[in-house]
């Protein structure tokens, strides 16, 4: 971990000694090979580790931006950092080259239902869900929701027995390409798309389970915790109540 630390702090950000047009290149540089080479969405001050405080991330996400203009792929705002995706146009393409990729997400209207109520009024309880939605959701809708890494425990509520409350992640924002929950459509827009609707799912299509217990626990895995904490609505993550 040392050798670690001795490299970072031998990496010169303010680069003073260079010509300032020269150095706003190399910024620009940095950010865009840091971006491309990372996993998923980068964020701020991950960024700033390369090009210092001094720099303007945002006026450097602006002009790697307008590099790529007709590009295949873009520079994208996303689950509160950027991230370097293929633009939807050239995905047939794609697909053409490789054949049949990763299966995509397939969400029920049910389990759409109780995901959008989450990323609406998190952190909320299953007992709040059912509530909500006229109908007991299962356990086994709330497990595939965890595995999916849409959702995770949130805080403990102050109801008596003091439940579990659910919050969306970091992962449900890339995964719908929202860089913050104010990105979230209203829901009356999802219904008039065809997406979400309740008079459906008041039929037989939402499972029914047993609900937790106010005095209950779930079986919760201590990384979904760690990971899925709840976020503030203005850090880019976080819920409406």
């Not at 998923?40 to 090009?51: A, C, K, S």
């Not at 007709?70 to 053409?96: C, F, K, M």
């Amino acid at each position: 971990m040392a050798r670690r630390r001795r490299a970072d702090a031998s990496l010169d950000t303010e680069l003073a000694e260079v010509p300032a047009e020269l150095r706003w290149r190399e910024w620009v540089a940095r950010v865009e090979a840091v971006i491309f080479a990372a996993p998923g969405p980068v964020e701020r001050e991950t960024l700033v580790r390369v090009v210092g405080r001094d720099c303007s991330i945002e006026l450097v996400i602006d002009d790697i931006r307008e590099n790529l203009r007709g590009h295949a792929y873009d520079l994208v705002s996303v689950a509160g950092g950027w991230q370097l995706r293929t633009r939807p146009r050239y995905a047939e393409a794609i697909h053409t080259a490789f054949g049949s990729t990763s299966a995509p997400v397939q969400l029920s209207q049910a389990e759409m239902l109780v995901l959008a109520c989450i990323a609406y009024h998190q952190p909320v309880t299953r007992g709040e869900l059912g509530e909500m939605i006229g109908k007991q959701v299962s356990r086994d809708t709330i497990g595939y929701l965890r595995a999916l890494g849409f959702i995770a425990a949130g805080p403990r509520s102050p109801q008596p027995g003091a439940p579990y409350t659910y919050v969306t992640t970091k992962g449900f924002l890339a995964h719908f390409g929202l860089d913050t929950l104010r990105d979230l459509p209203d829901m009356e827009a999802l219904e008039d798309a065809g997406l979400l609707s309740k008079d459906k799912l008041l039929g037989d299509d939402m499972p029914l389970g047993l609900m937790v217990g106010e005095g209950d626990e779930e079986d919760l895995d201590g990384d979904d915790v760690t990971n899925g904490e709840p976020y503030d609505l203005d850090e880019g993550s976080g819920g409406n109540g």
